[in-house]
C-alpha cells in the first residue's frame, strides 16, 4: 500500500507540474469511454467485487449510475480500488473522475483537499463492534480496553475525542488495510473494533462466527458518506449531484428500475420534466435528455439500490433510519429537479 | 651562457580546467554548466508549476500543518505523547519508533548472523547443516510473509489478558504483549547511581595501573578481588545508607488489560524478530564470505605461532575479513532500517504509519508529507553509512599501521 500511496504521490507531482491543466472531465470520460471511479478494496454492501468479479454496492451504483447517464451503459465503469490513505491522492491526481468509496463529508476535507463533496449517500456514525463473550452493554464499558482501527480515517479522533470526554484510558493499534484491523481483532489483539455502524455490520459477515459479536448502541460521530470531486470543474460536479439528485428523487416520484419506462410516458409535470419529454435539463447538464431515465433504468432509486445492497434485500440487513426519505421519517432529501 | 628560466605554465588556471572538464577542458567545463543550468531550470519549473496549480486548485499546502494537533493516539511513544499534541510531536514519535525498531534489529541480526556464519563453518557436520538450512529457508521467503507468520501465527496464539502465562507472579505474557514490573526511583536512587559510576571508574582506573605494571616491571597484580569488592560492595553501602534505589511496580489486571508495570506491544516484537531473523541470514553469508576471503595460510601461521584458534579468529582472521565485510554490511543495515516500514501491515506505530499514514490522510497532504518521510529516511540511510564508512576507514589504518 505504501508503493501505491507513493505512485500516487508522484502522479500528483506530475499532474500538477504539467501547465495544460484542463479541467474538462466530462470530455476526457467521453474520450475514454469509461468512468474512472474510485471505491473501496472491498466493504460488503459498499464495494466488493461479487463470486463473479463484477463490483457491487451502494457506492458502486452511483459510479454505475454516472456510467449510465453519460454512456447510456451502467458497466462502463473502471473500478479503481482505494484504502483510507491513498484515495484523495488519486483523485487530486486525476487517476479517478469520482470518488465513491464511503468517505466522511468534514469541513477540513471540503476546503483543503481541492475536492468537493456531491451530497450523500449515506448518513452513517461511528460506532464499536465487540465481541458477547465480553459482556458489555454500553460503549461507556469500555475503560483500559485495546481498540483496533484503520488508519488514514476520521475514525482514529472520533476514538480519541470520546475516550478523553468520557475520562477512560485506551489502546490503540492502527492498521493500514480493514482486513488486517478485522483479523487483529478476530485473533483477540483487541478487545473493540471500531469504524462506521455500516461497515461494523459489514465486516462481521468476514468474521468465523458473526452471531458471536455484537454492535454497541452508542454511535459517537456524525458520518455522511459522500462521492467526491476534484475543483475546477462544476461542470462535473453538477453531474455527480444530480445523478444521485436523481435516485433520491426518483423514490419520492414512486419511479423504479421496473416502472420506469411506464412513468416516462406519463403525463404529469414533474415527470415530464425528470424524463426529458418537456423541456431539456439533462442538456442543460451536458448530458442528453433522457438522463433520468438512463440512471433509473440501470440502477433503480434510491431506494431500490439501497435494499438490494445494504437493506433488507440484502445480507447486511441495516434499517433505513436516517437514510429513509424525509417524508418517511429519514433525512434523505434532494432538490427538485425543475 | 646562461638558460634563461621558463615561464611556469599557470598552474591554477590548468588544474582548475582539469578539474572541472576532465580531459575535454573548457567545452567540458561548458558542458557541465550548460548541464547544470538544465537542471536547475526544471526544478524551478517544477516546483514553480506545482505551487501554481495546488493554488488553482485550491489544495492546501505548505508545512504550516506541523504545528496543528493532531487528535489521535499512538500506542508506543519513546516520549510523551498525547492526542492533543502537533503533527511535528507525531512526526518525532514515528522517527522514535522507527530508529527503535531498527536500532535493536541491526544489534539483534548482527548477533544472529554472526552465530549463523560460525555455525555454517564450523566443522560439526550437523550444526554447519542446521546452519545453512536456517540461511536458506530464510531468506528464500518474502519479508512482509515473515512478519504476518510472527504476528497473526506466533504472537496470536497467545493467550488473552486474563488468561495471561504469569511468570514469577509479577512478568505476564498474552497477546496484549509481554508486560514486566516497572522499576520507580526512589530517594535512594541518586547515591546508588553515584556509587555504582564510582566503581566502575575505580575499576577501570585499576585495570589501567595492572597493564602499565605488566608492560612497564613485567608484574602481574592480581586486582579481580578488588574489582568485585568495588562493583558489589559500594552500590551495597549506597543502598544500607541511603535505602533501597528501585522499587518494582507490579502490573495488576484491571478491566481489559493490565494497568502498570511496563509493556512491550506485540507489534514491536513481531516486527523485530523478522527483520532481524531475516536481515542475519544475509549477514550470516557475508560473514562467512568474508572470513573464507582471509587465506587459509593466515590461519596456519597464528596456529603455528601457539594462538589458540579464538585468538587466531579474534587477532587476525576477523580484521581482515571485516574489510571485505564491511559495505555489504552496511547495505543490510540500511535495508533493515528500510524494510521496517512494512510495519504498517501489523500495526507498529512507526515513521509511515503514524506521519505518512494517518497524519497524511488527516491532513491531505501528501506532497509535504512523502516529502519529509522520503528525507527522513535518507538522512538516516547517509548517517548509517556515514558511520560504517568512519569505521571501514579507521579499521584500513590499523590494519595498514
Redesign the interface.
Known sequence: MKRASLVFTLALAAGLTSHAAVADTLKTIKDRGMVSCGVSEGLAGFSIPDDKGNWTGLDVDICRALAAAIFNDPSKVKFQPLNAKNRFTALQSGEIDVLSRNTTWTLSRDTSLGANFAGVTYYDGQGFLVKKALKVNSALELNSASVCVQTGTTTEQNLADYFKGNNMKYEVIAFSGADETVKAYESGRCDVFTTDVSGLYAERLKLANPADHVVLPEVISKEPLGPMVRHGDDQWFDIVKWTLFAMIDAEELGVTQKNADEMAKSDKPDLKRAFGTDGNLGEQLGLTKDWFGRIIKAVGNYGEAFDRNVGAGSKLQIARGLNNLWNKGGIQYAPPIR | MTIESREPPARLIFRLKRALGGRAGWNGVAAQIAFAAVLIWLGY??VA??RV??E?????SGFGFLKNTA?????QSLITYT?SESYARVLFVGILNTLLVSITGIVLASVIGLLVALGRLSPSWLLSRVAGAYVELIRNLPLLFQILFWY?AVL?ALP?PRQSISLFGGVFLS??GLIVPRPVAEPGFDPFLLAVVIAIIASLGLHYYARRQLFARGRVVRIWPYVIGALIGLPLLSALVFGLPLIFEIPVL????F?GGSRVI??FVALLVALSTYTASFIAEIIRAGILSVHRGQMEAGLSLGLSRGSVLRLIVVPQALRVILPPLTNQYLNLTKNS?LA????Y?DL???F???A????????EI?GITMGVYLAISLITSAIMSFYGWRLGRSLAA
Not at chain 2, 487528535?71 to 500506542?75: H, K, M, Q, S
Open positions: 519549473e517544477i508549476n506545482v496549480n495546488l488553482t486548485q485550491r489544495i492546501t487528535g489521535f493516539d499512538i500506542n492526542g497473526l496470536g488473552n497477546n496484549r484491571k478491566g481489559f488489560n494497568a506485540p507489534e516500514s504498517v501491515a501489523i500495526g506505530p509511515v504509519s503514524v505518512a499514514g494517518t497524511l490522510s488527516q491532513t491531505g497532504q501528501a506532497i512523502i
